[in-house]
């Protein structure tokens, strides 16, 4: 029975290393603030800028900081496919390539999911405990939100 255990382990940590080296999530990142940014197209205060770094930006931008464990399958896998659907759904370093319609739909779903406290998520949460969102936080967001919704509003209008 022990020779049984033995043989399994040796064949887990051979198949653990040999995953290592299959199916490589890409992991981009920049530091590279382009004109496709939130923060050139709209006027991002820098407490908002702020907290949309510290709870936002690893999953909706392209400055994503890439944790140690990102480095190790499978986690890596579930990581980066968490980072590849939260650019998808929105990426703030690619604001321009959503719509006026799909931008203005974004920036409500900001205030509703935090409201609803669906982001960040509450998995992501769990390691890092610095992103959550305070009520202040909230605030500061939704107040911001609301801004910028009254001045697509007003520009529409004087169309």
Not at 115 to 130: C, F, Q, S, T, V
Request: charged share 30%; proline share 4%; aromatic share 8%.
């Amino acid at each position: 029975m022990k020779k049984i255990i033995k043989y399994i382990l040796i064949i887990l940590i051979i198949g653990f290393i040999a995953i290592q080296f299959v199916n490589r999530p890409d992991k981009s990142t920049t530091t590279e603030v382009t004109p496709a940014h939130i923060t050139k197209q709209l006027q991002v205060p820098a407490n908002v800028e702020a907290i949309f770094k510290r709870s936002c930006y690893d999953c909706h931008s392209n400055h994503t900081t890439w944790p140690w464990y990102s480095s190790v399958a499978p986690a890596s896998w579930l990581v980066a496919d968490d980072v590849a659907s939260g650019r998808k759904k929105m990426n703030f370093s690619d604001w321009t390539a959503l719509s006026e319609s799909k931008r203005e739909s974004r920036l409500n779903e900001i205030c509703e999911e935090i409201k609803a406290d669906e982001m960040p998520l509450p998995k992501y949460l769990i390691l890092h405990g610095d992103a959550k969102l305070s009520q202040a936080d909230k605030d500061i967001i939704c107040a911001w939100v609301e801004r910028e919704l009254k001045k697509i509003e007003d520009a529409n209008e004087n169309k």
